[in-house]
């Protein structure tokens, strides 16, 4: 998915709470060149808009400064809340022109019904939810796909296991497990009792 976004020019020496009276939130734009940096400015309502439709180091988006003349892809990389207010107080972009790879963070969904749930009563446990990946700034995937069907009871999935579209790796430990089967609470319950009930004396019972 690619958004697209207009932006202004942040005027020198305007202060960030009063341009947030006035119905504006601070932003910045990184990497357009080299380590130099634009001040911007974009209404709240825009603002508040694209942080509900863009994920942050994973969405395209097509960044306008009509007063620079300058346009290119960005990834939102930055957005942060007031701590005690709640509401947006600065965004800041990254531009992804001329990058070979960049390294974004995806949603893992999973999907299918696992044989360890709909067979064996045992329960899905997914443990990781997002995935950190390289990839081109052209070929973000919007979430990754992981096929949980053929999982039966006490199963794990490592990163390692995971198929990735082409040209996306993932970074990290590739022995982190990405969900597994877990015996439901009754299942579990059951099988604790039956052990005890199979189990082997202890000294006080068998007489020693």
């Known amino acids: 998915m690619e958004l697209k976004l207009e932006c202004q020019q942040r005027e020198p020496g305007s202060k960030p709470r009063a341009l947030r009276r006035s119905g504006l939130i601070p932003a910045n734009l990184y ?17 508040e808009t694209l942080v509900k439709q863009a994920s942050v180091n994973n969405t ?20 942060q809340i007031h701590p005690a207010k709640g509401w947006l107080y600065h965004l800041s972009f990254f531009a992804v022109a001329g990058q070979d790879s960049l390294d974004v963070e995806v949603s893992i969904q999973f999907v299918g019904d696992a044989v360890g749930v709909k067979l064996e009563d ?39 296991q995971l198929v990735l579209p082409e040209g996306v790796t993932a970074l ?18 059951a099988e604790a009792e039956a052990e005890e009930q199979t189990g082997t004396p202890t000294e006080s019972e068998s007489g020693s």
């Open 31 to 47: 990497g357009h060149n080299g380590t130099e940096s634009i001040a911007l400015t974009l209404s709240a309502k825009t603002a």
């Open 122 to 160: 045992g329960v899905l446990d997914p443990v990781l939810t997002q995935l950190q990946v390289r990839c081109a700034p052209d070929n973000i995937p919007e979430v990754i796909e992981v096929d949980v069907s053929q999982m039966h009871l006490k199963d794990i999935l490592y990163v390692s």
């Open 172 to 189: 990290g430990e590739p022995d982190r497990t990405v969900v597994t089967v877990i015996a439901s609470q009754v299942n579990a319950a």
């Open 60 to 79: 395209l988006i097509q960044l306008n400064i009509p007063e620079l003349r300058w346009r290119g892809n960005t990834l939102l990389r930055e957005v």
